[in-house]
């Protein structure tokens, strides 16, 4: 089972305001992603990492940047966060091929930005 | 474009019913199909089908793909309050790209 850590599990922001969701796995996976998911609504992808130094957008357009400096970290920062950021913010991992499809998942971000 | 479709969103059964959730996908080269358990916040892994007709057993948990008609089904027996959650589907985008998940199905069970 792969350890999937998310801080913080709750945020109430302001408008306007720079925030980081930190999310880091101690299970060497190359690849991890950044989901968005509303309230009763389905999860979408809004970037991955492959590996080192690689980031993509994903299927949803996100005002959100993420950064991989290193493997085991993949934070997410809204530069100036706005009321329809509020939603949960899930990251997840996954490990080498052939189980690659197999996505686990941190606990979540729930932001909610006034 | 690649999507998956559950049914029913939501479904409310009492203690000891069987129910069965519903999953249909349109995916270009299509490898496989994910069933997660949604409890509060993190998906928990529940099954992962590649081959047609072959059905995947957990306790009172069962799936089954079927990749002519292009469908997934998950089967619980004997529901508990424990088995409230929502259920996702979830299939891999074409090339080497994450999961696509449907809405979810979201299951009630009351004692």
């Known amino acids: 089972e792969a350890d999937i850590y998310q801080t913080p599990r709750y945020l109430v922001i302001g408008t306007g305001k720079k925030i980081t969701l930190e999310c880091s796995q101690t299970?060497?996976?190359?690849?991890m992603y950044w989901y968005q998911q509303d309230p009763g609504m389905e999860l979408h992808l809004i970037h991955y990492?492959?590996?080192?130094?690689?980031?993509e957008k994903g299927d949803l357009s996100s005002e959100s940047t993420v950064s991989r400096i290193r493997t085991e970290h993949f934070p997410l920062t809204l530069e100036s966060a706005r009321p329809s950021h509020t939603s949960q913010y899930l990251c997840?991992?996954?490990?080498?091929?052939?189980?690659?499809?197999?996505?686990?998942f941190g606990s979540g971000t729930q932001l909610s930005v006034l | 474009e690649d999507k998956v479709v559950q049914s029913p969103l939501s479904l409310v059964v009492h203690e000891g019913d069987t129910v069965t959730l519903n999953c249909s996908y349109e995916?270009?080269?299509?490898?496989?199909l994910l069933w997660y358990k949604q409890e509060k916040k993190a998906p928990t892994f529940l099954f992962m089908l590649t081959s047609s007709g072959i059905e995947k057993k957990s306790g009172r948990l069962s799936s089954i793909l079927d990749k002519k008609e292009l469908f997934s089904i998950l089967n619980i027996t004997a529901t508990q309050t424990g088995d409230s959650a929502v259920y996702l589907c979830a299939s891999p985008n074409s090339g080497n790209t994450p999961l696509v998940f449907g809405k979810g199905t979201r299951l009630s069970v009351i004692a």
């Open positions: 995916v270009t080269n299509f490898r496989s």
């Open positions: 997840a991992s996954s490990p080498p091929r052939p189980s690659n499809e197999k996505l686990f």
């Open positions: 299970m060497g996976h190359d690849k």
């Open positions: 990492s492959y590996g080192v130094n690689s980031t």
